[in-house]
């Protein structure tokens, strides 16, 4: 492999990756506040994406607005999710639940693909798209702008969980939600700011990504899957681990792509996040099944 | 040994007046144009069945049924048109060799729960459908397999859509006996005991791996069956139907149905197949809508499916009736 091409193939993997890892701390986020899995996490990424595209394009709007109204409108869409669909189906079973957020996976999509149609769609590039020429290798300035959002999101996450009040009561219910409404913390609000705020993480993805790797209605099945390989690397706990398990696996996917070896060939790309997904669910089963019961 | 018939004397009515409705269905006079769409819906019950099985019997979700019913799409259409395998051998083949994958997955995946247990099935559908669509060689890719043979028995090919109804539909009851008669078991009672608590179960002796890998297995030949029939059937096929949407339409009908009811499930699949077929095409691609707002309405609302919970107000009504008589 020549540099250029491993130095291609590395930033695309770093950008992916990111991605992954802000979809896997949507998971992480909900999990670890609520226990519940979110089937639909992948489809706010779409959300985001279409949103800013069909904002900057035909509602006219410049691009920072478009993107923080993207943003926001899912972030709402996530709260209204768990207000209508989540807290209406009270002490339903873990199965319940699983189907409930599939079937407002399915929803979204359906209503997103009759709204924007089935074509893939790019939003503009936030800085131009001069290719910039890093050692032989020509890598968009939205790359720069991807991994930078996320590097900045993680940080800004860390310092709401660790020196907020809203984040420290997040965290108390994560730990034990009994005992944290003995002090007073209502565990259905913190549902709900958890809900919207994975949504918000999602769309955030959405819109930095879409302008690089283009997206249509029906994007957030994948994403999800591969958001969910990221939060399972961090146990469904730990918030940094699941960013470097992002990371991690654009990197695999990309690299493997480009090391053009055996089956790996760009035609099973999807297919080697999966073979990951289960490699990991079966090596951390017991780990995982722990938490579960614990959760 | 068919334990139907024993129960009562009104089951085994019930039953007789579901076989002549089998034969009536079909007719002029009836629903004689519908014999395609019928024909289906007893496909899709075969599919249904065995999730319900797994899913309300046992409550392990799986969310790759799709691909179980692709392997046996797949396995009788490629043997019976490139090898020149008779169809039925090609239909044992794939049921055979979808049994055999679900039993060598069935044990590693069964470790995990829950929601790590639906990741799972999901991401295992997708990759079999990711197969399907690049093993172009032997798939057709993208573009499927055409010009699969009818099935015959001797001379008597299965070569009009009332034929294979009735054939389709012979599978399907033997499929829903076979499934009642599980439940009823000790088997099902074992089943039963591992949804509600697993560690009672297993204090009590039952070896949960081996039940829910058994059961996954069933199911899966299940869906081999019903695959090979649809590939007979429809006389081609393509990935599209094996996609994650096909495994949530499977998972639709188990849900309408109420996943833990093995006649449900011939509801559920009718109520669906005729929604897709007859009413939601006039709505374009905006079918998935539909399917969203059924699996979020009636879990929200009936966890234990439509037509069970029909069947519980219906009961209750009746029960109430009975009372009032007995007053009175």
């Known amino acids: 492999m020549t540099t250029d091409l491993f130095v291609q193939s590395l930033t695309s993997g770093l950008t992916q990756g990111c991605i992954y890892a802000l979809i896997g701390l949507g998971f992480t986020i909900i999990f670890s506040v609520t ?27 410049s691009l920072l607005p478009a993107l923080l109204l993207s943003i926001l409108i899912a972030t709402l869409i996530g709260a209204v999710l768990y207000l209508l669909a989540i807290r209406t189906a009270r002490r339903a ?56 959002t996320t590097l900045v999101a993680t940080i800004v996450l860390h310092l709401f969980f660790s020196y907020t009040m809203m984040g ?65 690397v961090g146990g469904f706990r730990s918030q940094i681990v699941t960013v470097i398990g992002g990371i991690m696996l654009g990197l695999v996917e990309s690299l493997a792509v480009a090391l053009n070896w055996g089956p790996f060939t760009s035609a099973y790309k999807e297919a080697i996040a999966l073979v990951v997904l289960l490699l990991i669910l079966l090596i951390r089963s017991r780990k995982l099944s722990e938490e579960e019961r614990a959760g | 040994m068919l334990a139907i ?64 019913f692709g392997i046996g799409a797949y396995f009788s259409a490629i043997l019976s048109t490139r090898y020149d395998v008779n169809p039925w051998l090609a239909m044992l083949i794939a049921a055979m060799v979808t049994g055999a994958f679900a039993y060598v997955i069935g044990y590693p995946i069964f470790r995990l729960r829950g929601n790590y247990l639906a990741m799972a099935t999901l991401g295992l559908g997708i990759i079999v459908w990711i197969m399907f669509k690049e093993l172009s060689q032997y798939t057709g890719g993208p ?52 949804h509600s608590s697993e560690a009672a179960a297993e204090s009590v002796g039952i070896n949960i791996a081996q039940f829910k890998v058994k059961i996954f297995v069933l199911s899966a030949v299940f869906a081999s069956l ?38 449900g499930a011939i509801f559920g699949a009718a109520t669906i197949q005729y929604l897709k077929s007859e009413i939601l095409v006039q709505l374009g691609n905006n079918d998935v809508i539909v399917y969203g707002l059924l699996l979020m309405l009636v879990m929200i609302f009936m966890p234990k499916g439509l037509f069970v919970s029909l069947r519980d107000v219906y009961n209750g009504w009746r029960q109430r009736r009975s009372q009032r008589g007995v007053v009175t």
């Open chain 2, 143 to 194: 573009d499927g397999l055409g010009g699969i043979p009818n099935l015959s028995i001797g001379g008597f090919a299965f070569d009009s859509n009332l034929k294979r109804y009735f054939m389709v539909w012979f599978f399907c009851v033997c499929v829903l006996l076979i499934s009642q008669n599980i439940v009823r078991s000790r088997t099902g009672r074992a089943l039963r005991a591992i």
């Open chain 2, 5 to 68: 018939l024993k129960r009562n004397k009104w089951s085994y009515l019930a039953m007789v007046a579901f076989l002549f409705l089998l034969i009536l269905l079909p007719s002029q006079w009836f629903l004689g144009q519908k014999t395609f769409l019928l024909t289906l819906i007893g496909i899709n019950t075969m599919v249904t069945v065995g999730l319900c099985l797994l899913m309300g019997y046992t409550g392990q979700v799986s969310l790759g049924q799709a691909a179980f």
């Open chain 1, 93 to 148: 079973s873990v199965v319940s639940l699983i189907i409930i957020t599939i079937g407002a996976a399915i929803f979204i999509r359906g209503i997103a693909g009759r709204i924007w149609g089935a074509n893939p769609v790019a939003p503009p590039f936030f800085t131009g798209d001069s290719p910039l020429s890093i050692l032989g290798a020509s890598i968009q300035p939205q790359a720069l702008w991807i991994i930078g």
């Open chain 2, 226 to 263: 019903a695959g090979s029939l649809y590939a007979h059937h429809t006389h081609a096929i393509s990935p599209s139907s094996f996609d994650f949407l096909g495994s949530v339409m499977i998972l639709v009908m188990a849900v309408v149905g109420g996943l833990a009811s093995i006649w």
């Open chain 1, 35 to 61: 226990g519940i899995i979110n089937f639909a996490q992948g489809d706010f990424v779409m959300l985001g994406g279409m949103l800013s595209f069909f904002l900057a394009k035909s509602a006219g709007l």
């Open chain 1, 168 to 232: 420290k009561a997040l965290k108390a219910c994560a730990m034990n939600r009994t005992a944290a409404t003995f002090v007073g913390i209502n565990p259905r609000m913190m549902a709900l700011i958890a809900f919207a705020m994975a949504a918000a993480l999602g769309a955030l993805g959405g819109v930095i990504i879409a302008p690089l790797s283009t997206t249509s209605y029906n994007v957030g099945a994948m994403l999800g899957l591969k958001g969910f390989v990221a939060a399972s």
